[in-house]
């Protein structure tokens, strides 16, 4: 059984490749759940698919784990970590009241997007070559969506400008973009201190996705020089441009002539 779940994980069969693709779905689909109950009042149904989830998510926690090499490593790593935490948030509600915490914890699921989206290159020529947009997109969503959480929790219960989670999200998005429009504002010392972190933070990842957007637009690839460090250049180059050294550029399967 460990050999199978090793071989499903890390191996290049087709079963392998299939089983990895059914495993993304399921996490695109578990994200897209957390986002969408972020906006809804807690209901039942909502708690018993938060349960089935969260079983799917153990048990493949502990397939993970079964078959690392060092599960030391493999118990203290970034993702081992979210995932548990994940998992508590989807358990607790059976014995905690307070739900909306746990919304916020729920959304850094939103981190594993990049996980995703570095399996999709296998995939897709798309994910491949647009890999450093989607990047930068990811992290700005990440942040909206999380601010926006954090935002309806702090401030529901002492703003009654925030009366649901669009009104949280609305006023993350106006408050990054410096738009501004004045009739939603935070309340208190924490409520200002959070403005001022969403104004910077999410500035400089909305300028991040701008010059990556602005970098495709120039055609230029990512490769760096073995001998310089220069990262960027002509998608036809055979040398780089500052040192002169030779660089190997993908080309999918044309020949260049080496200097």
Request: charged share 15%; hydrophobic share 50%; glycine share 4%.
């Amino acid at each position: 059984m460990r050999k199978l779940l090793a071989r499903l994980y890390n191996g290049t069969s087709t079963t392998s490749k299939v089983f990895r693709f059914f495993m993304l779905i399921v996490d695109i689909a578990a994200i897209s759940f957390f986002i969408a109950t972020a906006m809804m009042p807690f209901q039942d149904w909502i708690l018993k698919v938060d349960l089935a989830i969260a079983a799917f998510f153990s048990l493949d926690l502990l397939a993970r784990l079964w078959i690392a090499p060092a599960k030391g490593k493999f118990l203290v790593s970034w993702g081992t970590l979210l995932d548990i935490v994940i998992i508590a948030t989807l358990i607790a509600p059976i014995f905690l009241n307070d739900l909306l915490f746990l919304r916020v914890l729920r959304t850094l699921r939103l981190l594993t997007s990049h996980h995703i989206v570095r399996d999709l290159r296998t995939y897709s020529d798309f994910f491949k070559h647009n890999e450093k947009i989607i990047y930068s997109t990811l992290n700005l969503s990440v942040f909206i969506f999380f601010m926006s959480s954090l935002v309806f929790v702090l401030q529901h219960k002492v703003n009654d400008q925030i009366n649901n989670y669009v009104d949280a999200l609305y006023y993350t998005v106006t408050t990054l973009t410096t738009t501004g429009f004045g009739d939603i504002i935070l309340h208190g010392n924490t409520g200002k201190l959070l403005s001022i972190f969403i104004m910077v933070f999410g500035i400089s990842l909305f300028l991040n996705l701008v010059q990556n957007l602005f970098r495709r637009k120039n055609n230029k690839v990512d490769v760096t020089c073995q001998e310089c460090g220069l990262s960027r250049h002509e998608p036809d180059a055979v040398c780089c441009k500052h040192c002169g050294e030779n660089i190997h550029i993908p080309n999918d399967g044309e020949v260049r002539a080496q200097i």
